[in-house]
């Protein structure tokens, strides 16, 4: 029997105090159009139209609806849009939605793959371990194609619209998590001595479970204890409130992130109180997944937050005298119900029993429901059985739409676990204790098992209390701390498989009864090894409806208690979260020189070289290499300028800084003369070459050393470390950013900065190469060095950042006249491999040595001590079987080897290409290798193998490629 | 101050005055540089900065010191000297001296640029001769300067930054050295007569970024650019 067709509204009840009746908001759903209320959610909008089926289940394609209303299971994830796994009954429906279910082919209604679930006997638990692997053909060509079409329950939307997501710090004396009775007065009593605290919770309003369960018969208790307590947290404005906010998880020294629509907010307490409450647990009997069968908090909800009548003639099965106020509840509603199945034999005496018998409700005590059934299609429940258990004989039936379950529960004890307490299970009367939970954490309310209202609120005032005092801000005395809180006894609902099975356990993974039993069968007696092989408690609702039951069947069928068994532990995140708050905003910080915008406006393509960018050439990007021609031939014949900005730079001063030098760096710097830069190597207590550059004497107690530009930070770092330990009367500073600087590099450079310089003599005499002066450079006050990279005649001019892009821009204007071009870094890379100069950390690698990379003569063997000195004696006596060279093509037609790319050696791996260009100056391709120490020799063959297999014969030569003499350099 | 100017005709430039340009700012001269006056509205600005503004100090003196002897150089020329590590203390003259370690000290400037108390130090430390003196640091160039101030101020931080700089919590004339937005940055709480507000030093190189981060952290605050003006009246109002 297909269920009554959907009618606008069609139940919808007064009452519904989230929802605002006056404002519809109308949507579809799988194709059709519906209306709910401003303030609906996705599931209360469609319950209130009569459609309960939102989504076809994992594995066998079963229709699926509202179960618990809270977002505990997978059973409610629709798609809204772009957005998939979005959970129904939490999700505010919005004008104009386009919303769909979930998980089949074809329709919501008629899916084509719900036919797999008759095919359930041939997909027992763990049969892919089993199924999938033969042949390896049938594997790649059927199965894994087959299985990823169906993978997963949503669909991912390239085209889905970016959205705007942060991140906020929080920062709190006390966090309570959790906003029911004991959670609000936690708060209160925390706050008393002006604490600030946070209050968190995960619905749209507190109150906890007073906002949908009903304490006595006339159902006004819970609301008044309620409103009086809001009262009171609105009152103090020291308590912080987060409603509709859920706090996915904790992490050490109690930070917590707690997520309210598309931000995170890193929330760090000093003292927490968790008072997350407890979930209802499902019944497993035959077919208990159906549409209409649910949890009695899931109706009370779907009552008293959406105003929505939850079926028309129920059941409600129960073990306590909650479900009686379920049972209230309903008949308020306007619903039939056809009786009160409790599995207790004796009668309570509770108000709420008393008034259910009085209004002639059926009450059949010591019965459970064993099964029940839906129309074609399992599209809605229409009938429910009971019984004893003693048989066929013994059973009953009732027609009904809903089947309210409300036959125990289990704490949220998520966080609490994860935080690193433990659940433990008292076997004697089925309840969870948490126990060996760390310092500056507290549980409260039905969590800690203190049930009802009373002793909820009284053991949440006293854990507030508790995390106040450990502030040493506790207002008041202690008080009476609350003793053991009734016990809930309940009446177990028998776990067995059914004959007929869809006795599900975990509705998420599709698992029934006797998919854990045949786990256990399988030899998997563990419950960590049960949850791996069969993957309970591994869906969207990880464990919180199938934990206990698992845990019942696994000790069942290994004859211990649940207490011996224990329940799987729980890791974050608490919920699904969107990666979109994860991920954003994300920061991302850059780095610009003074001259970064001349460089866009010139049309350079940018790199990044760390949170630098740089110019890498100027021009389009597909005329990449014809542009670093023009400006390689523009620099060697007549004027070029590169921002070298980049480089780092490091002020050595004090009384030791030329002993500081000596020690830091493989050189001789005691006599480096005033007025003179030197080439600097520094290597590490291993002996391999960590950076490079060169230091600048401005007196005799003052250097100016640059870096490498990505070394900058790590060199300061490592000078401050060795002079923690020599304390050496010298001070590091690391002026990096400090100094704008430009290279000036080509025959006429010192033509063009003859124009600009009044008070330094530029000439070769009075300014040799490797000098360095202080003076004004187009009226800006400069250091100008005689350094180059390039192997040409080049001026290094640094000024302070803030006059970086007016230097650039009097050069530019000042050059054209010389036909200036500005070059990129990676003209610049080519320009000095054919001087055969090295780049650090590209041309060397963790083990690369000065011996190798032909650096020797930078090494003062006569300073008593350098970092590194003793390695490098001791790796000069054990030479590597490697060595850097030089090497050159000579074919025209052959082609350009990569970086990376191996080098061979009588067939051997002996090294790689480090740096390589194809030399329009030079009309060869020439580079950088390490290549076998015994072929390293000038004239030696260098086999490189190439990207695709081929070779191609290299053969070393002598450094440099370019000006061996360095006439051009120091003209 | 003279007549509105642009930045590209002084030879020192703020790193951010092209974003203060495209946001609408008018400039005047100060000493070798271009300062940031308004950016079209002084009276709003100075509205809107008692809730959240941003206001770019970059071309304002300032100056730095560190090493052996630091301190003692600096008391002999009557500064007056926080009383620990990563705490400001206020001059006469409206400076700040912020101690960023056992030997390092930061002078800014007052808001109104008119001190002089970097510059003076400057020019001492280079003709004293007493040794050890520390040596000076080129802040105007490691760091972008800019001040936050309004009722506001806090919460934006809260979006950047994991250090509680709640007016409750974090002190008037107390110093974060910490991580703002995955970058290293210094944080004075220098409130502006009874008007909550901060100084923010970050890399001179990363002005750009720290821009585009601060205005979209401002955005749900409605926070704005505020220029030196405002910047000053506000000062003047809140003394």
Same mark, same amino acid.
């Given at each position: ?97 386009? !919303? ?138 020291? !308590? ?52 209409? !069968? ?88 229409? +009938?429910?059985? !009971? ?51 760390? +310092? ?14 009373? *002793? ?59 998919? $854990? ?8 007696? +563990? ?187 790590? &060199? ?20 990096? &950013? #400090? ?41 800006? *006050? ?37 036909? $200036? ?28 040595? *000065? ?121 | ?103 390092? $000290? ?100 990363? #002005? ?32």
């Amino acid at each position: 029997m297909m269920p009554d067709s959907t009618s606008p509204g069609v139940n919808r009840v007064p009452g519904g105090e989230l929802v605002d009746y006056e404002q519809p908001v109308a949507f579809t759903f799988e194709g059709r159009s519906f209306q709910g209320l401003a303030g609906d959610t996705i599931a209360s909008a469609l319950a209130a139209s009569n459609q309960w089926v939102l989504s076809r289940s994992f594995k066998y394609h079963r229709p699926r609806g509202i179960f618990s209303l809270a977002g505990w299971e997978a059973n409610t994830l629709v798609q809204v849009g772009h957005e998939p796994n979005v959970p129904a009954d939490r999700e505010r429906v919005i004008e104009g939605a386009s !919303i769909e279910g979930q998980n089949y082919r074809g329709s919501l209604e008629e899916d084509r793959d719900a036919i797999l679930g008759r095919f359930a006997r041939f997909m027992p638990v763990g049969f892919y371990y089993r199924a999938f692997y033969r042949s390896q053909w049938f594997w790649e060509n059927f199965w894994e194609p087959a299985i990823r079409k169906k993978a997963g329950l949503g669909r991912i939307s390239p085209d889905a619209p970016h959205r705007y997501f942060d991140k906020v710090f929080g920062f709190y004396d006390v966090a309570v998590i959790g906003g029911g009775p004991a959670g609000m007065a936690a708060a209160l009593e925390a706050s008393q001595s002006g604490l600030d605290v946070l209050l968190v919770d995960e619905n749209r309003t507190l109150g906890g479970a007073l906002a949908y369960e009903r304490l006595d018969d006339e159902g006004l208790a819970a609301a008044q204890h309620r409103a009086e307590l809001r009262a009171s947290i609105e009152q103090q404005p020291t !308590i912080t409130v987060m409603t509709d906010a859920v706090c996915n998880g904790w992490f050490a020294d109690n930070w917590l992130p707690v997520i309210k629509d598309n931000r995170l907010y890193k929330i760090r307490a000093r003292e927490l109180v968790l008072a997350t409450g407890t979930m209802g647990q499902p019944a497993t009997f035959h077919n208990n997944d159906l549409p209409g !069968i649910m949890l009695g908090s899931a109706a009370q909800r779907l009552i008293r937050a959406y105003g929505v009548r939850p079926g028309r003639r129920a059941v409600v099965y129960t073990n306590d005298d909650d479900g009686y106020g379920v049972a209230l509840d309903l008949l308020d509603a306007g619903t039939d119900i056809v009786g009160v199945v409790d599995l207790r034999t004796e009668p309570s005496r509770d108000a709420r029993v008393l008034a259910v018998a009085d209004r002639g409700i059926a009450i059949h005590r010591g019965q459970g429901v064993n099964s029940a059934s839906a129309g074609e299609g399992n599209w809605h429940l229409v +009938e429910v059985t !009971i019984g004893t258990g003693a048989g066929p004989a013994s059973t009953r039936s009732f027609d009904c739409d809903l089947l309210c379950v409300s036959i125990g529960s289990m704490p949220a004890y998520q966080l609490a676990l994860q935080a690193g307490a433990r659940l433990g299970h008292n076997d004697s009367d089925a309840t969870f204790s948490i126990v060996g939970l760390p +310092e500056h954490i507290a549980i409260a309310g039905s969590l800690n098992s203190a049930c009802g209202v009373g *002793p909820a609120i009284a053991d949440g005032r006293y854990a507030g209390w508790c995390a106040a005092n450990s502030l040493g801000a506790a207002a008041g005395a202690e008080p009476e701390r609350p003793g053991l809180a009734p016990r809930r006894l309940t009446f177990l609902h028998p776990v067995r498989a059914h004959s007929k099975g869809k006795d599900f356990v975990d509705f998420d993974e599709d698992l029934q009864v006797a998919d $854990i039993a045949n786990a256990v069968a399988e030899g998997y007696s +563990e419950l960590e090894l049960v949850k791996r092989f069969s993957t309970v408690g591994m869906g969207p609702s990880q464990g919180r409806h199938s934990a206990l039951n698992t845990a019942r069947i696994v000790a069942q069928e290994t004859d211990r208690t649940v207490g011996e068994v224990g329940v799987t532990t729980a890791r974050p995140p608490v919920y699904g979260e969107r990666l979109g708050v994860l991920a954003g905003r994300s920061f991302e910080p850059e780095r610009h020189t003074a001259m970064h915008h001349r460089h866009l406006e010139a049309g350079a393509q940018m790199l990044t070289a760390g949170v630098w960018w740089r110019p890498a050439f100027y021009g389009p990007p597909e005329r990449r290499d014809e542009c670093v021609s023009r400006e390689a031939v523009a620099v060697r014949q007549n004027l070029g300028m590169i921002d070298v900005s980049t480089l780092g730079g490091l002020e050595v001063r004090g009384p030791d800084a030329a002993e500081f030098m000596n020690r830091m760096y493989t050189f001789a710097y005691l006599k480096q003369p005033i007025g003179r830069a030197r080439y600097v190597l520094m290597t590490n207590d291993a002996g391999t070459i960590i950076d490079d550059g060169v230091a600048c004497r401005f007196a005799e107690d003052w250097y100016y050393v640059t870096t490498t530009t990505t070394g900058a930070e790590r &060199v300061y770092q490592t000078m401050l470390w060795w002079n923690a330990q020599w304390r050496l009367n010298v001070d590091v500073a690391n002026v990096s &950013v #400090a100094f704008a600087a430009v290279n000036v590099a080509g025959p006429r450079s010192r033509e063009l900065l003859d124009t600009l310089v009044d008070d330094i003599d530029l000439s070769a005499e009075a300014f040799p190469y490797m000098g360095v002066r202080e003076g004004h450079v187009a009226g800006i *006050p400069a250091r100008v060095f005689r350094v180059g990279f390039v192997g040409e005649l080049g001026f290094e001019v640094h000024v302070a950042s803030g006059h970086g892009e007016a230097l650039w821009d009097t050069i530019m204007d000042a050059g054209q006249v010389f036909g $200036i071009v500005p070059f990129g870094v990676e003209t610049q890379r080519v320009l000095r491999l054919e001087k055969g100069h090295i780049i650090v950390s590209q041309d060397t690698d963790a083990m690369t040595t *000065p011996e190798e990379a032909h650096m020797t003569w930078a090494i003062s063997r006569r300073k008593p001590f350098f970092v590194g000195k003793r390695s490098i004696e001791v790796r000069d006596r054990f030479l590597s079987k490697r060595k850097l060279v030089g090497f050159a093509i000579d074919d025209p037609f052959a082609p350009l080897p990569q970086e990376s790319n191996l080098v061979l050696h009588e067939g051997e791996i002996a090294g790689f290409v480090t740096s390589v260009v194809r030399s329009s100056n030079l009309g060869r391709i020439i580079g950088l290798a390490y290549t076998a120490r015994d072929a390293s020799e000038p004239g030696d063959a260098v086999p490189i193998r190439l990207d695709d297999g081929r070779s191609v014969d290299a053969t070393v030569v002598e450094l440099p490629f370019y000006d061996p003499d360095n006439r051009r350099q120091e003209m | 101050m003279s007549d509105e100017m642009q930045p590209i005709n002084v030879k020192r430039r703020s790193p951010a005055y092209r974003l203060n340009a495209v946001a609408g700012a008018r400039f005047t001269a100060y000493a070798d540089t271009a300062l940031v006056t308004d950016y079209g509205d002084p009276g709003a600005e100075e509205t809107a900065a008692r809730q959240l503004g941003l206001c770019d100090l970059s071309v304002l003196p300032r100056l730095g010191f560190k090493g052996a002897g630091t301190l003692d150089w600096l008391a002999s020329r009557n500064v007056a000297l926080p009383a620990a590590v990563n705490l400001a203390s206020p001059q006469a003259d409206g400076a700040t001296a912020a101690q960023l370690g056992p030997e390092e $000290i930061l002078v800014l400037s007052d808001i109104a640029g008119g001190s002089g108390l970097a510059e003076r130090l400057e020019s001492d430390w280079h003709s004293s001769e007493l040794t050890p003196r520390g040596f000076p640091l080129p802040r105007r160039e490691t760091h972008a300067w800019f001040r936050i101030s309004g009722e506001c101020s806090a919460a934006m931080f809260a979006k950047m930054s994991a250090i509680d700089l709640r007016p409750h919590k974090f002190d008037r004339h107390q110093v974060a050295q910490t991580s703002i937005a995955r970058a290293t940055g210094i944080i004075i709480r220098n409130d502006i007569g009874s008007l909550l507000a901060y100084d923010l030093l970050v890399d001179w190189t990363m #002005a750009d970024y720290y821009v585009h981060v601060l205005l979209d952290a401002m955005a749900e605050f409605e926070g704005r650019l505020i220029g030196h003006r405002a910047l000053c009246a506000l000062a003047d109002t809140t003394a």
